[in-house]
Nanobody, 128 residues
Framework: QLQLVESGGGWVQPGGSLTLSCQASGFRMDYFTVGWFRRAPGKERERVSLISASGGSTWYTDSVKGRFTISRDNAENTVTLQMNSLKPEDTAVYFC?????????????????????WGQGTQVTVSS
């Protein structure tokens, strides 16, 4: 079965950190661009970060630059989102997704509609 499963969500105080993992099964993630998305309460889905198939190129939305780091371990078929200096506005359900659309530094990120496989999401709550 072709699946992506997120893990690592939870509750953290502002300024804290969480590490999210996206585990693929049923296909080899090393041929896919992988993105992290989030849906905050009352808001539409937002693209947070993405990483190229090789791991050599990354992209972040402005609101998380300098705080979030995306990485991948293709041997483990896993993509990780390290989230530091978390803010209440980071509270959301976080999803990972994969696409065969190529990405490298300097290119426009793949359109959201290009992502073929989606996980079920993991809840991140940042509050005092």
């Amino acid at each position: 079965q072709l699946q992506l499963v997120e893990s690592g969500g939870g509750w953290v105080q502002p300024g804290g950190s969480l590490t999210l993992s996206c585990q693929a099964s049923g296909f080899r993630m090393d041929y896919f661009t992988v993105g992290w998305f989030r849906r905050a309460p009352g808001k539409e889905r937002e693209r947070v970060s993405l990483i190229s198939a090789s791991g050599g190129s990354t992209w972040y939305t402005d609101s998380v630059k300098g705080r979030f780091t995306i990485s991948r371990d293709n041997a483990e078929n896993t993509v990780t989102l390290q989230m530091n200096s978390l803010k209440p506005e980071d509270t959301a359900v976080y999803f990972c997704a994969s696409t065969t659309v190529y990405y490298m530094d300097g290119l426009q990120p793949p359109e959201d509609t290009a992502y073929e496989y989606w996980g079920q999401g993991t809840q991140v709550t940042v509050s005092s």
